[in-house]
C-alpha cells in the first residue's frame, strides 16, 4: 500500500543570516548544531500522548480506557543579536575577504558592559535550510571556536596588567633600541632602525615591538602569565554556545626564555575573537570581566524564565587603570597606526594587530601568511558597542596588508552604523 504521513520540518525564512550562530536540525528535528544544539531540549518541548485499545485490524475499541495528554509547547529563545547589525557585519565582512581573497573573517560586536552580542560574523557562511550543500566547516561559529594568535592587538592586555601592578607608569620614558634579544630570539621594529625615546603611551600609540617586551619584562614571567589569566585567556568565557575553545598558552613554568618577549606582543599565545572583545570591554567599563552572552531570555508560555541582561562582573583592573588604557586606544585612532577605523563626530578607541602565521610544520613564522585585525570600542567617554574584525591571510602588495588598511576600514563602517542602531548618533 501506498501512505501519507505528515512530517514538520524546520524552515529558516532569513536564510544564511546568523546561520551559524541559530545552527540547524536533522531530519527529525533534533538539533545539530549552533543555538538549536545548546537549548535543543528548551525548543523541543514534549510530545503528547493518545493512549487506547486497538483491535486486531487497528481499529480504535471505544470505552473508557483511553488516556490523552496535551503536548508541550516548547520555550522561545530570545537572542541578543540585533538582525540588522548581524546583516551588514556579514555582507560587509565578505567583502573585504573576497576583495583581499582572504581565507576566512569574522566580526563580533558587543556591548562591553553586560556582554549582549550584537553581531557574530562569519565568512564563508552556509544556508541551514540546505546545510547538506556545504562544507562541515562552515557550521562553526568562528568567534567562539576560531583560535589564533592576536599579535598587536594583544599588547592592550600587556601594557594593562603592567600599569595595573605598578610596574610600569603611564607617562614612563623608555629608551628603546630597533630590536632586543629575548632569550634565542631577536625582536625587532618593522620601520624603525635606531634608538628612539617612546612613553608608555607612545608603545601603545606606534604599536612598538620593542617597546611591548621592555613592558613584559617588567613583570616578570609569573606575575605576566597570571595577568593574562586573569583577563581570561587560556579558559573559556563561558558563553551559551556549544564547541567553544579555550586558546592555549603555556604555564610559566615551562617556558623557554623567549616566551615572554613573543606573548608581549601576541604571538606564542592563542585566542578566539571572542576572549579578545571580552578583554578590551574590561578597558571599555572601567576594568570589569563580562561574561558574553548569545540568549537574552528564553520564555516559557510568554513568561520569562531566564534572564540574562543583568549579570554578576568581577574587577581585574582600576578604575584608573582602565581609564589610563582608553586614553592610549583613543589615540591610536586619532593620530597612531588606527586612523583608519575613525568615525566622523565620535571619539573611537582602538588598537591595529598584524601577526604572522605559525609554519604548517610547526616550526617559526610565515613572512608571507599574516592574520590581520583590528580591535576597539566607542564612544570614548560611555563605551555602548565593542567590536573585533579578524580578516584571515589576506593578500596584496608590500606595505599593503596591515591591520590597519585591512580591518580598520570595515570596523569604521561596522561602528558607525551600530552606533546609529544603538541610537549614539544620527543615521
Given at each position: 500500500g501506498v501512505y501519507i504521513q505528515n512530517e514538520a520540518k524546520r524552515f529558516y525564512p532569513q536564510n544564511s543570516l546568523g546561520a551559524a550562530i541559530i545552527g540547524f536540525t536533522g531530519i527529525d528535528n533534533d538539533g545539530l548544531s549552533g543555538i538549536e544544539l545548546q537549548?535543543?531540549?528548551?525548543?523541543?518541548?514534549?510530545?503528547?500522548?493518545?493512549?487506547?485499545?486497538?483491535?486486531?485490524?487497528?481499529?480504535?475499541?471505544?470505552?473508557?480506557?483511553?488516556?490523552?495528554?496535551?503536548?508541550?509547547?516548547?520555550?522561545?529563545?530570545?537572542?541578543?543579536?540585533?538582525?540588522?547589525?548581524?546583516?551588514?557585519?556579514?555582507?560587509?565582512?565578505?567583502?573585504v575577504v573576497e576583495d583581499y581573497n582572504a581565507l576566512r573573517g569574522m566580526v563580533v560586536i558587543m556591548n562591553p558592559n553586560n556582554g549582549e552580542i550584537y553581531a557574530m560574523a562569519n565568512y564563508p557562511g552556509f544556508d541551514p535550510n540546505h546545510y547538506e550543500d556545504f562544507e562541515a566547516e562552515t557550521f562553526k561559529?568562528?568567534?567562539?571556536?576560531?583560535?589564533?594568535e592576536p599579535g598587536s592587538t594583544f599588547k592592550i592586555v600587556n601594557i594593562s596588567s603592567a600599569l595595573q601592578h605598578d610596574c610600569v607608569g603611564p607617562d614612563q620614558l623608555f629608551s628603546l633600541?630597533?630590536?632586543?634579544?629575548?632569550?634565542?630570539?631577536?625582536?625587532e621594529e618593522i620601520f624603525r632602525t635606531g634608538y628612539i625615546d617612546y612613553s608608555t603611551k607612545e608603545i601603545i600609540v606606534n604599536s612598538s615591538n620593542v617597546g611591548a617586551v621592555v613592558v613584559a619584562l617588567s613583570m616578570g614571567k609569573q606575575l605576566f602569565w597570571e595577568s593574562v589569566r586573569t583577563f581570561g585567556f587560556g579558559q573559556v568565557?563561558?558563553?551559551?554556545?556549544?564547541?567553544?575553545?579555550?586558546?592555549?598558552?603555556?604555564?610559566?613554568?615551562?617556558?623557554?626564555?623567549?616566551?615572554?618577549?613573543?606573548?608581549?606582543?601576541?604571538?606564542?599565545?592563542?585566542?578566539?575573537?571572542?576572549?579578545?572583545?571580552?578583554a578590551a570591554s574590561a578597558i571599555a567599563n572601567g576594568g570589569f570581566l563580562v561574561s558574553p552572552t548569545?540568549?537574552?531570555?528564553?520564555?516559557?508560555?510568554?513568561?520569562?524564565?531566564?534572564?540574562?541582561?543583568?549579570?554578576?562582573?568581577?574587577?581585574?583592573?582600576?578604575?584608573?587603570?582602565?581609564?589610563?588604557?582608553?586614553?592610549?586606544?583613543?589615540?591610536?585612532?586619532?593620530?597612531?597606526?588606527g586612523q583608519n577605523a575613525g568615525v566622523e563626530g565620535v571619539q573611537v578607541c582602538g588598537k591595529?594587530?598584524?601577526?604572522?602565521?605559525?609554519?604548517?610544520?610547526?616550526?617559526?613564522?610565515?613572512?608571507?601568511?599574516?592574520?590581520?585585525?583590528?580591535?576597539g570600542f566607542a564612544p570614548y567617554?560611555?563605551?555602548?558597542?565593542?567590536?573585533?574584525?579578524?580578516?584571515?591571510?589576506?593578500?596584496?602588495g608590500d606595505n599593503e596588508i596591515w591591520g590597519g588598511t585591512v580591518a580598520a576600514p570595515l570596523f569604521s563602517k561596522l561602528m558607525k552604523f551600530s552606533l546609529q542602531r544603538l541610537n549614539m548618533i544620527e543615521p
Open positions: 537549548y535543543e531540549k528548551n525548543l523541543r518541548g514534549v510530545d503528547g500522548k493518545f493512549i487506547a485499545e486497538k483491535d486486531v485490524f487497528g481499529n480504535v475499541i471505544p470505552g473508557d480506557n483511553q488516556t490523552h495528554i496535551e503536548p508541550i509547547n516548547g520555550d522561545d529563545i530570545v537572542l541578543t543579536i540585533d538582525s540588522q547589525i548581524q546583516y551588514l557585519a556579514e555582507q560587509e565582512l565578505a567583502q561559529l568562528l568567534g567562539t571556536s576560531y583560535t589564533y633600541p630597533p630590536k632586543i634579544q629575548v632569550g634565542d630570539r631577536f625582536i568565557t563561558g558563553i551559551d554556545f556549544p564547541g567553544e575553545e579555550s586558546g592555549y598558552m603555556y604555564d610559566y613554568k615551562t617556558w623557554p626564555e623567549s616566551t615572554i618577549g613573543a606573548m608581549a606582543i601576541g604571538q606564542s599565545i592563542t585566542v578566539t575573537p571572542v576572549q579578545m572583545v571580552r548569545l540568549v537574552k531570555e528564553i520564555k516559557k508560555n510568554e513568561e520569562s524564565i531566564l534572564n540574562n541582561s543583568e549579570q554578576n562582573q568581577v574587577r581585574i583592573l582600576d578604575a584608573e587603570t582602565s581609564h589610563q588604557v582608553k586614553d592610549m586606544m583613543l589615540a591610536v585612532v586619532e593620530g597612531g597606526t591595529t594587530g598584524t601577526a604572522e602565521k605559525a609554519n604548517q610544520n610547526g616550526v617559526g613564522y610565515d613572512e608571507g601568511r599574516v592574520i590581520t585585525s583590528f580591535i567617554q560611555e563605551p555602548k558597542a565593542a567590536m573585533l574584525i579578524v580578516i584571515d591571510e589576506p593578500q596584496g
